[in-house]
Nanobody, 123 residues
Framework: QVQLVESGGGLVQAGGSLRLSCAASGLTFSTYSMGWFRQVPGKEREFVGGVSKIGDRLYYPDSVKGRFTISRDNAKNTVYLQMNSLNSEDTAVYYC????????????????WGQGTQVTVSS
């Protein structure tokens, strides 16, 4: 079955950096666009970036543009999220997700999701 497993979350001070990884299995990774989302309790899941199937297109919302960078390694079936200049508003559970469609795309088009990894930014 399809599995997406995030790792790399943790506690970091404001201004610091973290790199999240998402390892995929059970799917032909290179045929899926990948997205990263985050969610805090009581709020909707927020898209924070996406990468096309071969990595030639990237998309970021204004809230993270210039601070977050997505990359993927199709040979390793892994997508990454490098997060710099973190602040308390970045505290959330971060999820990776796969879509057969294009990025960013509606959230409903992402058919596979990981279990999430907690990122906590202390001020």
């Amino acid at each position: 079955q399809v599995q997406l497993v995030e790792s790399g979350g943790g506690l970091v001070q404001a201004g610091g950096s973290l790199r999240l990884s998402c390892a995929a299995s059970g799917l032909t990774f290179s045929t899926y666009s990948m997205g990263w989302f985050r969610q805090v309790p009581g709020k909707e899941r927020e898209f924070v970036g996406g990468v096309s199937k071969i990595g030639d297109r990237l998309y970021y919302p204004d809230s993270v543009k210039g601070r977050f960078t997505i990359s993927r390694d199709n040979a390793k079936n892994t997508v990454y999220l490098q997060m710099n200049s973190l602040n308390s508003e970045d505290t959330a559970v971060y999820y990776c997700a796969a879509t057969i469609g294009i990025i960013p795309g509606p959230r409903a088009t992402y058919g596979y999701w990981g279990q999430g990894t907690q990122v906590t930014v202390s001020s």
